[in-house]
């Protein structure tokens, strides 16, 4: 049998591993951390449990939702919860998400301004959107652009939105205008965020009670922790790792960010090369906060306004039982950043973070932070300029000629929730045991 080797045991390569395991194909899998999940790990700290970054299994869909029930030693919470958009810097303006589900909750002026640009839109020939900023602008109009979208996305992203393609991503609600009419607070409309207040969490254990569960139906023999990929020989389909493993593949699965792949690659043509430069990123750090409760009742806030640093902030020991003692709690803020375009030391987004929840009333003059972690995301978000589509083609298709197959947010290089990345690792999976064993 042709040989099968994995590397990286985040979530995609571990779901790569079960459907291997499923179809009775043997492999080996490396990871270069100590334990398998990736990002979607947990540490313990001063009595609190805080996720790598704040995760939640927003939607199960179809095939996922099926594969998610039938993993043993999983028990998943079905959770319910209020998120909302911050508008300004104190709490008192938190319109519930989705924001454009939901525009009954602003001021009047502002709804009058909303339903004026969507009125002055219709019949208009719009051109077809070239840039991200023009695609939000279409589909939401300015009025919900300059208000929530802008603000938004330009601190989570730190890069130009009229430099990133339309499509870069398909995420963004459309408005209902129909929101506009309902009286002002509390009305919702029927089915309004209803994808977004309805989630999953692990019962106990963080998000890595995933990951673990995952790994526990893996052969054990077939896994080797502390494994750091340092090179590729596409050419002798040879590995090399940095404790001074050598193996042969004959079929290669890698999760690993995209650029680094390409940088490990012994040998490649410089057009791969080159189309590795326009993979794009921007870095989070993930500040998690342990404080002497209460916290606000949202589970989620997006925060556009610009005097405050973070982009989100998540209140996990609201669905995640055992993460906080008894009558504390955990904040969460993500920050980005990017060494050259924004760039911010660790411990200025530390003093940024306790700043701005001061700012916001989250914490109360006197209340102190009692544990604190930070974690940089190198490749959190992945971004696109107007060459990036072609260039992952042209990365992905050079690997798979030498039968090198990636999977995952950041091996594919796409924006990718948990179930997705998971899938993506299962498709890497069907592909090579059709080669290895026929279709079927
Ligand atoms: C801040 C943040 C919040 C998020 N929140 C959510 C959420 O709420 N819900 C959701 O569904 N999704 C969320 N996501 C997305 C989700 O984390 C990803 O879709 C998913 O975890 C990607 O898994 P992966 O296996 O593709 O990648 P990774 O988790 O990055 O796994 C890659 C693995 O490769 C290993 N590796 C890297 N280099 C080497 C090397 N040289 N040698 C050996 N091993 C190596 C790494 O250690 C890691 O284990 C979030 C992402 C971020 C950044």
Redesign the pocket.
Known sequence: MASVVI????????GCALELVRRRIPFAA????NA?????RTDAAGGFRFDY??????ELPGESDAWFSGLPGLDLLRCTGASGVALGARLESVIPAPFQQNLNWLPLHVRARILFDAVARIGRKEKPPGAYSEYALARCGRGIYDLFLRGYDSKRLRFPLDQMPADWTNRIEKPWLRSLMLPRSGARLPGAGKREGRFFYPRSGGIEALPRAMANLLPEGSLRYG????EIDPRLKLLA?TNGTVTPYEHLVL???LP?IVA?LKQSPPEVRGAAENLLYTS?Y?LNAGIDGPVPPWFLLRIPDSALPFYRLSFPSHYSPDSAPEGKAIVVG?ISHHPIRHFLSPGDARRQFDQGLRRMGILQPGQRILVETIRD?Q???VLYNHATRASIRLILEYLRAGSIFT?????QWRD??????IL??LAAAREIAALVTGPG
């Open positions: 590397v990286g045991l985040g979530l995609s390569g571990l490396y990871e270069k951390e398998p999940g990736g990002l979607a970054g704040p995760h939640i299994l927003l494994s750091k990929l340092m790792f999760s690993l960010p680094e490990l989070i993930v993500e995301i490749y959190g978000h999977c995952g947010k950041y091996g990718m929730l948990i179930p997705k990345s993506t690792g």
